[in-house]
């Protein structure tokens, strides 16, 4: 991570556990918002064509969330994308070699540095990134997602897409914590435990909400909360795209696989299937990034299989 401006140890992917081994993940710290203005001044991140870039890794579900609200809203040429290097190594997200288009840069922790040269914490993706100002506008996704799915449709997101309807937020904000903790989060909390009391904790909160989604879905419904995409759906397809592909292995999330879900498995091939899901789902990306974790897989040894996964 970065202390003070400076890249200080070899990357590690837990920083923070609490007492009991509980991993613990840090708090985004750019917080900006596109088009909101403070008072009478107008906005400090206008909505502008071109004028920010999104840096994500495909392996993440956090950045592919995002990916997937630039898509859904139709918001490819609006907003460019820079895609980092699937493995992890020792300075943490590296550019291709090709280089990176606004930066001089090999790692992701001199954007950070960039925006702030005394910044302390991790360097993650997603992050948006001004290019006027040169500074990170925002790197927490969930944010991201809710920011994307409106603050572009003056200027070409698709105003049809709304993934946040008023008759619907409150059964958003009231599941989203809950998947977020128990599955989105959840899945790391039991790959990254370092106790077993951490771990069992975590697995059993994983099929819970497994199992509390499969029977949202058992009246029929195309998505979780009907027959319209929400956020929510966006907020659990990430993680169902990657459950067999990473977390049934590598963070020994295995009571089962998602075979044992028809619904939600029904379910996530047709999220998969809407205009420009699928190319947000890089199968390779995803098992290579993952098992690149020496913490938790030391060979590096990328498995064959499954053969039976979200986007086969
Ligand atoms: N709160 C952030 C978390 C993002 C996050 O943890 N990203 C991971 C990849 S899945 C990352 O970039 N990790 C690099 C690191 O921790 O050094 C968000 O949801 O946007």
Redesign the pocket.
């Known amino acids: ?1 970065l202390i003070n401006g400076q890249w200080t140890e070899r ?1 590690q992917p837990v920083q923070a556990a609490d007492d009991r081994g509980r991993f613990v ?1 840090q708090r ?1 710290s750019f917080r900006g918002w596109i088009g909101r203005a403070e008072g009478d001044a107008p906005p400090r991140f206008p909505a502008t064509r071109g004028r920010y870039r999104l840096y994500v ?1 495909l392996v ?3 950045a592919s969330r995002v990916l997937m609200v630039r898509a859904l809203k139709g918001l490819e040429d609006i907003i460019p994308v820079t895609v980092v290097e699937p493995r992890i190594d020792d300075q ?2 590296r550019f291709c070699p090709s280089g990176e288009p606004e930066l001089d840069a090999r790692y992701l922790h001199q954007l950070y540095t960039r925006a702030d040269p005394r910044y302390t914490g ?5 992050a948006l990134w001004d290019r006027e100002t040169r500074t990170i506008v925002n ?4 944010d991201l997602i809710r920011m994307l799915g409106r603050a572009f449709d003056g200027i070409g997101g698709d105003p049809r897409v709304d993934l946040y309807p008023e008759a619907l937020r409150a059964e958003i904000d009231r599941l989203a914590p809950r998947v977020y903790s128990r599955l989105n989060n959840g899945v790391y909390r039991a790959g990254f435990a370092s106790t077993q009391l951490a771990y069992e904790e975590a697995v059993t909160d994983v099929f819970a909400e497994l199992d509390a989604l499969e029977r949202m879905l058992e009246d029929g419904r195309r998505f979780l909360l009907g027959e319209r995409l929400t956020e929510l759906d966006v907020r659990v397809f990430v993680t169902l795209a990657r459950f067999d592909l990473a977390y049934v292995g590598l963070f020994r999330c295995n009571l089962r696989t998602l075979a044992a879900y028809p619904r939600l498995r029904g379910y996530a091939g047709r999220v998969l299937e809407l205009p420009g899901i699928r190319a947000t789902v890089d199968v390779e990306h995803i098992k290579r990034g993952y098992y690149s974790i020496r913490a938790l897989n030391p060979s590096g040894i990328v498995p064959a299989g499954p053969a039976e996964h979200v986007a086969a």
Request: hydrophobic share 40%; glycine share 6%.
């Open positions: 991570m990357w993940r985004s890794a993440c579900p956090w943490g997200w991790r360097a993650t993706v997603p790197n927490e996704s969930a």
